[in-house]
């Protein structure tokens, strides 16, 4: 995780809040990130992340969609 992200997620009360982390790579998907964020911001509630490989990220639509659906976010006969 970019130390940009470490700034951001101590700089800020996640307190009651949900995390949910995203990224995109060139091979080490989410690598220690969503344990780094857990020990940041442990009073959050931290969702499965998605990882997509940046030589994919023009065919990852369904994968996204797939993983907002099984997180609750999307539901495709809603269009939401």
């Given at each position: 995780?970019?130390?940009a992200m470490f700034t951001?997620?101590?700089s800020y009360d996640f307190a009651g809040k949900t995390v949910i982390p995203f990224c995109t790579h060139e091979?080490?998907?989410l690598g220690r990130s969503e344990?780094?964020?857990a020990e940041l911001v442990p009073e959050?509630?931290?969702l499965e992340g998605l990882a997509i490989r940046g030589s994919n990220v023009d065919?990852?639509?369904d994968d996204v969609v797939s993983w907002l659906e099984g997180l609750g976010f999307?539901?495709?006969a809603?269009?939401?």
């Open positions: 995780m970019p130390m951001f997620l101590e091979g080490s998907a344990r780094d964020i959050a509630e931290l065919r990852a639509e999307y539901n495709p809603d269009g939401e």
